[in-house]
Structure formats: structure tokens, C-alpha cells
């Protein structure tokens, strides 16, 4: 085990910087603090929610060699007189929501009040640092945030390492997103991580960019939106709209994905599929949802309805400046790119509508949770039932899910708020501000059609292939697509 886990560490450090990014990869992303909105852009070296975006990452990957070298941020919450806790993160407002949370928690259990300690190091970091902590045995924190990528590293050690959180979650698992309590799960079947956020992938429009170039109003060119159910609708909508632009060579419909899997994670969960095979399975990325959707993205970039993303995916400076000078009007993203537009884009408010994607056939899902930080307690905790408590109130109850949308901007996973006015249409939230609709009416019509698809051990490697091979053959260099994902298949097959 000690062998096997040491391996896993060195191979954590590295892939730590190197993927960031693949789509629905996330797998691998390395985020960053960021300024308010929770989830911040790759770096050019790659993108995120992978290595190329969880999907690309909630949050965004940061230098760890000049992080390190900076001071490590540390803070204390709560009553100095009751149970002390440590918690790590790498994004120091995930710290500030538990220190809100735990004033709230002291207030209402005052015969039961806790001190709570944050450290936020830097991504790669904290991740070997916890990995190294719990093969030891000694050093490990009461309570950890682990992005999606490491998860696996993580649960690898099941109820050794973690304690299952089935017990101290089920009053709120009747509301809560099952999809993306799956992802946090254990082989043995106990969810051990509890989520932030859903992060279901949504399409956004520029609707004031579609009126103005097809002459009606917004109002029809919404309702229009409104009527895509297929991808063939998407498709035939995208070329109304080129049609009345003139069909200029420089502008597009939308952009595909090459150092990003979102496009592919959007299909498989249309289909039920899942190229790592999930929980013990084999990996597979020659699913027929796989071929299905790289084959359109080809065709669509052979017949300029799209372009391929400047440096590779829409979330990065160059993917910004592509939506700001409307050289792209959709594109499919994850509900935490809403922070993208308010902090990145602000001069674009009120342009960009909110929908659910398209699908393959007519009663498919249409969503994919992607990217993602599960928070663990560990069996090292000094009062396990404690902080597992807390833990799951902190990011399930209302209470703590009220404080994750107005403060980190996260589309919450306890669906009981999702329809309640006061939540869901608070005039005076940033999100519903900027957007022509409210996002969590979207949300709501399409709870029950979010999909799965798990990050394992093998999610690195397949991201790792496709956004720095395979997908760059299929979309810059017009590889035959069978070919493509057959040679993506004969590496993935070398480390299974």
C-alpha cells in the first residue's frame, strides 16, 4: 500500500500543474484563490473543472513554486473555548465560509461550540501534503477541501483515511443533487467529500447579439432559443443567425474545445456513458456519445458554424476577449462560469441568456455536473461526529447553502432552495442581475436531468490524451475521428 501510495503522491505533484483543465475533467485542474467569485480562470498553461477543464476547474491554477514562497495564509473562527478544529483549503474564501459558519454554529449550539483554524496553501501543496498525512497515519487536518481531480488519490483509502459521511448527510439527502454526492462517493459505496456546488453545464447566449444581427427583438430571439431541444435545432439556429450576419468568416456560432473536455462530458451524460468506466471499471473513450459528438464538432468546424476556442477553451483571457468581441454568441459552460462574466466580462450584463443544452435524441439528460471540491474529515480528527456534524451543515443546510451562492457564487446542490422565491429570484444577487433570466429557474428544469460522469484514477490519463492530443487531431487536424479515438484508447489501455 505504502509503495502504491508514494507513487500516487509524486504522480498528484506533478499532474497538479500540468492538468488543468480538460473539460470534463476538472480532473486535474489546479485552482487558485480568487477574488470573490469562487471558481477563477485557468492559466494559459492549460485549463481546469482537467488539464484542460472538471470541464475546466471551478478554480483557477496558481504558481505553487511563488505561492510557497509567500506566507500561508491562516485564520481562526469561532469560540477559543470549545473544540478546536483544523481545516486546510486552496482557496482562501472556501476558509471564509466556514468561519461564517461556524459563528452561526456556535449561536445555535452553544453547549456544543467550536474553534476552527483555516490554512490555505497552495494547490499541489495541500493535496501531497494531505496525501502524505494520511499514509502516515499522524498530521492530517480535522477537515479538508480535495478538488475533484486529487478525489481519487484521496478516497483511495476509504474509512482508513476518511470517515463516511452517510449518517451526518442523511437529513438532507431527500434535496440534495444525487449526482454529485456520487462523485464524492467510495468504491465501498459511503460518501466520504461533500460538495460545494452542482456545477451543471448550461448553454449562454448572447441575446442582444443574435437580435441585433437577425432584426427582431429579444424577446423572439429568446423564444427561439427557447424551441432548441436538439443539437440539430442548435445547429439550425447557429446557421440563421451566421445567415443574417452574412456568414462573415471571423464570427461563429460557437467554439469547440481542444485543452477542454465539456463537449464530450455534455454527450456521455446525454447517453448514460462514462469513459473511465466509473468505480472499478475499464476505461473506455470510444464511447459511441464520444464519437457522436467529436464527429459534429468536426463537421461544425469544417462549415465555420464554429471555431476552435483560442487556446483551446472559452476559460482563459483569450476565450474572455473571443465572447467580448462576439466572435462566438453560445457556448456550453458550467453554471459557476457566471463568475467569469461578472468579474471578467461586467461590460457584457444584460447581453446573455441562460438555457439547457441540447441533446442528441429528444428525453435525453441534458447537464453534467462538472468540476467540483469535495471537503473531507479525516480519521485523524479530534471529535469525529463533531466535525462530520458541522461538515454537512455547514455546505447541505439551507443556512450554509444560502452563504455558498451569495458569497462564492455556486449553484447550490440542495434543490429545496432552488424554487424558493427569496432564494432564487433575490433581485439583489449580482448573478440575477446580470443575466436576462433568473439561473436557478433554469436549474430547477433540469434537476432530474443532470448526469454523472465520475473522475477516477485513470481521469488523468485520458485528459491528459485528449486535450493535448487527441481532440487537437480531430479539430485542428482534421484526423479521421474513429482513428483518433482509437489511437487516445491504445494509451489509455497502457495505464489500465
Not at 149 to 154: D, K, R, Y
Amino acid at each position: 500500500m505504502k509503495k502504491k501510495v508514494l507513487a500516487t503522491l509524486l504522480t498528484a505533484a506533478m499532474l497538479a500543474t500540468t492538468l488543468v483543465g480538460c473539460g470534463g475533467g476538472d480532473a486535474g485542474s489546479a485552482p487558485a484563490a480568487d477574488d470573490g467569485a469562487a471558481e477563477a480562470p485557468a492559466a494559459d498553461a492549460g485549463s481546469d473543472d482537467g488539464a484542460a477543464d472538471d470541464g475546466a476547474s471551478e478554480e483557477a491554477p496558481a504558481d505553487d513554486a511563488a505561492a510557497a514562497e509567500e506566507e500561508i495564509p491562516t485564520a481562526t473562527f469561532g469560540d477559543p473555548n470549545g473544540t478546536h478544529m483544523e481545516m486546510w483549503t486552496f482557496v482562501e474564501i472556501h476558509g471564509q465560509h466556514y468561519g461564517n459558519m461556524v459563528e452561526k454554529w456556535n449561536e445555535q449550539n452553544p453547549d456544543r461550540t467550536i474553534e476552527i483554524t483555516c490554512t490555505t496553501y497552495p494547490y499541489a501543496d495541500m493535496h501531497t501534503k494531505l496525501l502524505t498525512s494520511l499514509n502516515a497515519g499522524t498530521g492530517a487536518p480535522d477537515i479538508c477541501d480535495v478538488e475533484i481531480g486529487q478525489f481519487p488519490n484521496v478516497v483511495a483509502g476509504l474509512d482508513t483515511w476518511l470517515v463516511p459521511q452517510n449518517d451526518t448527510a442523511a437529513p438532507y439527502l431527500d434535496t440534495m443533487i444525487q449526482a454529485r454526492m456520487d462523485v464524492y462517493s467510495g468504491s465501498d459505496g459511503n460518501y466520504y467529500g461533500i460538495p460545494y456546488h452542482v456545477g451543471a453545464t448550461v448553454m449562454y447566449y448572447n441575446v442582444a447579439a443574435m437580435a441585433e444581427a437577425m432584426g427582431i427583438s429579444n424577446d423572439d430571439v429568446i423564444a427561439k432559443i427557447d424551441a432548441v431541444t436538439t443539437w440539430d435545432d442548435y445547429a439550425a439556429l447557429g446557421n440563421e443567425y451566421l445567415t443574417a450576419l452574412g456568414n462573415p468568416e471571423d464570427k461563429h456560432w460557437t467554439s469547440v474545445d481542444t485543452a477542454g473536455c465539456d463537449w464530450q462530458w455534455i454527450a456521455m451524460a446525454e447517453y448514460g456513458e462514462d469513459w473511465t468506466g466509473g468505480m472499478g471499471g475499464t476505461a473506455n473513450v470510444q464511447l459511441e456519445s464520444v464519437k457522436k459528438m467529436c464527429t459534429m464538432e468536426q463537421e461544425w468546424v469544417n462549415s465555420g458554424l464554429a471555431m476552435v476556442s483560442p487556446d483551446g477553451h472559452v476559460d482563459l483571457e483569450a476565450g474572455f476577449q473571443n465572447i467580448l468581441d462576439h466572435n462566438i454568441v453560445s457556448f456550453p459552460k458550467a453554471m459557476w462560469y457566471m463568475s467569469r462574466f461578472t468579474n471578467y466580462m461586467p461590460e457584457e450584463s444584460g447581453n446573455w441568456y441562460i438555457a439547457k443544452c441540447p441533446v442528441f435524441e429528444a428525453g435525453q439528460k441534458c447537464s453534467v455536473g462538472i468540476g467540483g471540491t469535495g471537503t473531507v474529515v479525516t480519521q485523524q480528527a479530534g471529535d469525529k461526529e463533531l466535525a462530520s456534524e458541522f461538515l454537512c451543515w455547514a455546505k447541505m443546510s439551507e443556512e450554509g447553502e444560502q452563504l455558498i451562492w451569495d458569497n462564492l457564487g455556486f449553484d447550490v446542490c440542495n434543490t429545496v432552495l432552488w424554487n424558493d422565491d427569496a432564494f432564487a429570484h433575490d433581485d439583489n444577487n449580482q448573478y440575477n442581475q446580470f443575466f436576462r433570466n433568473y439561473p436557478y429557474d433554469v436549474l430547477y428544469s433540469i434537476k432530474d436531468d443532470i448526469g454523472t460522469v465520475y473522475t477516477t484514477a485513470i481521469s488523468p490519463t485520458i485528459n491528459e490524451q485528449m486535450c493535448n492530443v487527441t481532440l487537437n487531431d480531430i479539430l485542428e487536424n482534421g484526423m479521421d475521428v474513429d482513428e483518433a479515438l482509437q489511437a487516445a484508447q491504445d494509451v489509455v489501455d497502457l495505464e489500465q
